[in-house]
């Protein structure tokens, strides 16, 4: 399996998404990250499904969307209608994940399950067969720019093990603080879907940056980089 870039446009300059879009998908990126985030299950407030729409118009790669939202059931439809191509709920608001994860399926959209960095993995333990993805925040979520946690290496591993025995193939995510210092480690710990945000949008030249960022997550596949 290759490695998966998401360059989340969360510090992008949002009167500019899509050059922001154009920028990185020359860079080479596979997917396009968009943080929405709701004032309540996280300090910051975003976007909504009408801008999802927008940048469906405009991106050629499928758009990954995270909802940071205490009340997820509410938007799925909607954010499927905008052009979703893979939807993550967060674990932490949900005491009906199963049905959450279904209610993604069903209407043709890929269901990642995330968790917080204070959430054990052991939740996942009987969603584990039905996932999609499984994205595991390396920063505690609601602002780009932070800086990663390394508990969050570890973690990578246990939830490819708890995937593993559940004999779902299923992709990890990692999202929070990746840059070209730590990107290879977070592969060779097993992610196969990498977000970046600041490393990739406060950079001068984003196009670049994902370069440098996919080549960099590449090499780490043929040659895993030490622990
Ligand atoms: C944080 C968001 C992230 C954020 C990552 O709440 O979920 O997707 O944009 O940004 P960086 O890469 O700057 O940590
Ligand atoms: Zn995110």
């Known amino acids: 399996m290759s490695v998966l870039l998401a360059p989340s446009i969360l510090s992008a300059d949002f009167a500019a998404l899509g050059?922001?879009?154009?920028?990185?998908e020359r860079g080479g990126a596979d997917l396009i990250h968009v943080d929405v985030m709701d004032g309540h299950f996280v300090p910051n407030i975003t976007i909504g499904p009408p801008v999802v729409a927008s940048l469906k118009r405009v991106a050629k790669v499928p758009l990954d969307v995270h909802l940071m939202i205490t009340e997820p059931d509410r938007y799925i439809d909607a954010f499927a209608r905008a052009g979703a191509s893979y939807l993550s709920v967060h674990a932490e608001v949900l005491p009906h994940l199963h049905r959450t994860v279904h209610a993604i399926k069903a209407l043709g959209v890929k269901a990642g399950v995330v968790l917080n960095p204070s959430t054990p993995v052991a939740v996942l333990h009987d969603i584990a067969a039905d996932v999609d993805f499984v994205l595991v925040m390396?920063?505690?979520?609601?602002?780009?720019?932070?800086?990663?946690i390394p508990r969050s290496e570890s973690k990578l591993r246990e939830v490819r093990a708890l995937l593993d025995r559940a004999g779902n193939p299923a992709p990890i995510e990692i999202d929070g603080g990746v840059d070209l210092g730590n990107i290879g480690r977070v592969v060779s710990a097993g992610a196969r879907m990498i977000v970046a945000g600041a490393a990739v949008f406060n950079s001068p030249d984003p196009e670049r940056a994902t370069r440098d960022l996919k080549a960099a997550a590449a090499a780490a596949l043929t040659s895993p980089v030490a622990r």
């Open 138 to 148: 390396s920063v505690n979520p609601g602002f780009g720019g932070q800086t990663f």
């Open 19 to 24: 050059d922001a879009v154009a920028a990185v």
